[in-house]
């Protein structure tokens, strides 16, 4: 078996991208941490860290990073099931990071009081867009992710979370400038500029085809907030898919405005969690349905 | 010269990741976008463009598409010198797209203004840690960036904006949990949970040097997002560095405290452009200037 104090070094130097803060995060001397990683890698007979600025993974050294938080989760499900959980001074050191993927507007409106109400996790956000989450548990980079792909992973469980809903909005000022009437017709929407999250975000396309019949629009800016992305509708440089959740108040007090009123698009959204720690990831499964049902709607 | 319909299909498949969705973008065919960067890459004699998904740029797709840029900067002056900018029905079309590098946090308090104010300009944002922002700018990947770092990269002018005030925050049930006698000792923070915004986020350990006289920190959630951030904090997942504007409603109605109050950690930023389109981007450079003054403080 491998040294688990080996283990814990390698995961340490990936996740704080030096054997610099490695070390402080171990509270050990950095020749310590650079000793473990040798072992390991003598032991496994290949490089596992890319000396760079920040350190990287190999593919081996990707692989044996997932090996730590997996045995990470597991001791604790055994310390929990034999009452040894929460007993020393210096419990924190014994939590086990959990390194998912979550789409940027997951964040932003249910996703952290998922994690709130789990004790004794640390988290590892890797965010990406919902369209391309699932890809990072594909390749073994994540443990869980929030995708809005219903295909289980090879390996993997899926469970569906519910929708957010997507509001087509801009300020009244960019309404009016560039939809003067009031109505918002193609030919316009090919020059009002558009805001784009990043290259992966095909909302305000898929939503100008499903309201306007045209997979067209304007100019772009790229901004890749989702509070960026609200802050810049209301100062009135795009039009934008934003989550109902991040601006009902704007839209209350007419900061904002729906392109087409009555017209949301709807993301179904899936919990995937691989299967080798599902079940010690169970509190954290109930606690991210729970969250979400708070918020999200009902997949139609 | 390269032709200007060439180098747009060339930014337009970079920006957008795909052929498909660049020919969306500027309304032509796909194949007419196939074309336009084959004879471009005919012309220049070497790939630009990485067939992946999503597209990337080669060494020499990335310098054209730097120069494609420049070049809508440097026409859109021209048109405003010349009295010919806004008279086109679709004026959309020529306005420029500027890549720039931005510090999460300037973006979530400050930056947005700084972009509203600005007319006929299009915003590609790639968001860095204010220690490596400046990078970008280095490598040409960007135009102009928001950094830390006082030192002009080569061939760009810097000045200085402000300092960006920080507070170490945690939520009240989090002190008291943690740090129990309402007095904060190095060995506790060793223990409480952090939040550390990814691996090139130096604030937490920076402000525990100078505050408690200690490097170390607690075991670290990782949360590469701004809001999200003092989300985690008011929820009790651990303390963390937070952007005064971002929290001052929160240390108001007492869902935050300082762990320390009267220690805040200040972060000078500068503005830094490329000097060969620094003429074209002065009422930028105005904005950004007016904006960061109306939330940072003056450079101590």
Redesign the interface.
């Given at each position: 078996m491998f040294d688990p104090a080996q283990l814990s070094a390698l995961a340490a130097v990936l996740?704080?991208?030096?054997f610099e803060?490695a070390a402080?995060?171990l509270?050990v001397t950095q020749s310590a941490i650079s000793q473990r990683v040798r072992q390991l890698e003598e032991q496994v007979g290949t490089p596992l860290i890319i000396r760079s600025q920040?350190c990287r993974a190999t593919e081996a050294g990707e692989r044996l990073f997932r090996h730590a938080e997996e045995l990470q989760l597991l001791e604790q499900g055994v310390r929990r099931d034999l009452g040894l959980a929460g007993q020393s001074?210096?419990e924190?050191?014994t939590?086990p990071?959990l390194r998912l993927a979550v789409n940027?507007d997951s964040?932003?409106t249910w996703?952290?009081?998922a994690?709130?109400a789990v004790e004794g996790v640390?988290?590892?956000?890797v965010?990406d867009d919902q369209d391309h989450s699932a890809e990072w548990l594909q390749r073994g980079e994540v443990r869980a992710a929030i995708s809005g792909s219903p295909r289980a992973v090879q390996g993997c469980d899926c469970r569906p979370l519910g929708a957010l809903r997507y509001l087509a909005t801009a300020s009244p000022a960019y309404i009016e400038r560039w939809f003067g009437d009031g109505k918002v017709a193609p030919a316009e929407v090919?020059?009002?500029?558009v805001i784009t999250f990043n290259?992966?975000d095909r909302l305000q396309?898929r939503w100008a085809e499903m309201a306007l019949g045209t997979?067209?629009?304007?100019?772009?800016?790229?901004?890749?907030?989702?509070?960026?992305f609200v802050?810049?509708a209301i100062?009135?440089?795009g039009w934008g898919m934003n989550p109902e959740p991040l601006v009902s108040h704007a839209l209350a007090d007419g900061r904002l405005c729906e392109l087409v009123p009555g017209q949301p698009l709807d993301v179904p959204l899936y919990w995937h969690v691989s299967r080798s720690i599902s079940a010690a990831l169970k509190p954290l499964t109930a606690s991210v349905i729970r969250a979400a049902s708070a918020v999200l709607r009902p997949i139609g």
């Open positions: 996740r704080s991208g030096s803060r402080q995060m509270h920040p001074e210096n924190t050191q939590w990071t940027a964040l932003a996703f952290v009081p994690m709130a640390l988290f590892d956000l965010i090919r020059v009002a500029p290259a992966k396309t997979t067209v629009t304007g100019p772009s800016h790229w901004l890749p907030s989702s509070h960026a802050d810049a100062a009135g440089l």
